[in-house]
């Protein structure tokens, strides 16, 4: 297989037409086979259910290629778990998850030749989503769905690489107490693109959005969950039924404990007490952790001692030791690394 002729070290995080894609449909209470094909093209009614009602979800992954030159995916099974639930909690029909693995892999591989290079930075992003595709103009669920997995080479998330954010305290929520602020469900991120372009107009990365209910304790950004460091090195991270479940966030808190000997703490924390915290960082997939340098809150500026020009010392331990078991370099955890054959 050759090698799409790209500028693999310089890609941005954007979508690129790559040749394959995979499709199924849900139709009289079952899903078809599916296929791959080569149509980028949704044919839907004007009535279709995502259309009027945003009936729909989706999931994020990466595959990449390791040293020894096999392409892997980075723990696809818990994707296929959170987006049973994402389809529980939304009427959608589950796509079976043994059957969702297989066909993220099937696609992979069908893209061959996007998936970026070893020691080229970038790896090539998988997006499975779902949406409701016959009329309904009723509020209720559709009848009829389609499962589709696309797939784009991409670099590092945020412009500049791995340099301290700095972002800013919402004062819009992202999520509503006992809502669906847990699944990957299309809705969630459209309210939160006012908040994010007004957040990017003001000169900040990111929001950090609080507790909906009282407003005191820290939820997460508009796409990554949150990881804290103590001064004396223990690993805090918000606890919360509002919050997405990030697989970054889960992995990384396996390798503080299990690889690391760190302390960590899955619990509410209070927004009060991030001024105290040592160091900070935003986790998923896309970055996998992204330092945050400084909070300001209506003016006020929280500065994390770990600074403004790189990682502080325990993330950037975290950071190293969840990419080298990413890439090949340490030895994984049984299921991790899913090789596509
Ligand atoms: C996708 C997402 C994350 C990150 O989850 P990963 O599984 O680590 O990619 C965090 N927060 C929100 C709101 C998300 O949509």
């Known amino acids: 297989m ?3 002729n790209l500028d693999w070290s310089n890609l941005g995080f954007g979508y690129m037409k790559t ?5 199924a449909n849900f139709k009289d209470g079952a899903w078809d086979d599916g296929v791959i094909t080569e149509d980028d093209k949704v044919v839907i009614s004007e009535c279709a259910g995502v259309l009027q009602y945003a009936q729909t979800c989706f999931e994020g992954m990466k595959a990449y290629t390791t040293q020894d030159g096999h392409v892997v995916i980075f723990r696809p099974d818990m994707n296929a778990e959170r987006m049973a639930n994402s389809c529980r909690r939304l009427e959608m029909p589950i796509y079976p998850e043994d059957k969702f693995v297989e066909a993220v892999a099937k696609t992979v591989k069908a893209n061959d030749a996007w998936v970026p290079p070893f020691g ?7 997006r499975p989503y779902m949406f409701g595709s016959n009329p309904v103009i009723g509020v209720k669920p559709a009848d009829e769905y389609q499962f589709r997995i696309l797939v784009t080479p991409v670099g590092p998330y945020f412009k500049g690489g ?3 954010l700095t972002i800013k305290v919402s004062d819009f929520d992202r999520a509503a107490p006992h809502g669906t602020g847990h699944i990957k469900a299309g809705l969630n991120y459209a309210m939160s693109l006012h908040a994010i372009v007004t957040a990017h107009e003001e000169g900040y990365a990111e929001n950090m ?16 969950n949150f990881i804290f460091v103590t001064k004396d090195g223990k690993v805090v991270t918000p606890k919360s039924d509002s919050i997405l479940p990030s697989i ?23 927004f009060d007490e991030v001024k105290d915290f040592a160091e900070c960082g935003l986790c998923g997939t896309a970055a996998v952790i992204s330092p945050v340098g400084k909070i300001v809150n209506h003016g006020e500026e929280i500065c994390f001692p770990s600074g403004m020009e790189k990682m502080g010392p325990t993330i950037q331990k975290l950071y190293d030791t969840l990419t080298g078991i990413q ?3 340490i030895e994984a955890p049984k299921g991790w690394i899913y090789t596509v054959e």
């Open 209 to 224: 959005y609080l507790d909906p209910a009282t407003r005191t304790k820290v939820e997460e950004t508009g796409g990554a």
């Open 327 to 329: 890439m090949g370099k």
């Open 248 to 270: 970054t966030r889960r992995s990384l808190i396996y390798v503080a404990k299990e690889y690391l000997g760190l302390e960590v703490e899955e619990r509410e924390v209070l």
């Open 19 to 23: 040749d394959k894609r995979f499709v």
């Open 162 to 164: 791995a340099k301290p």
């Open 2 to 4: 050759e090698k799409k």
């Open 120 to 126: 080229s930075g970038a790896s090539l992003y998988i």
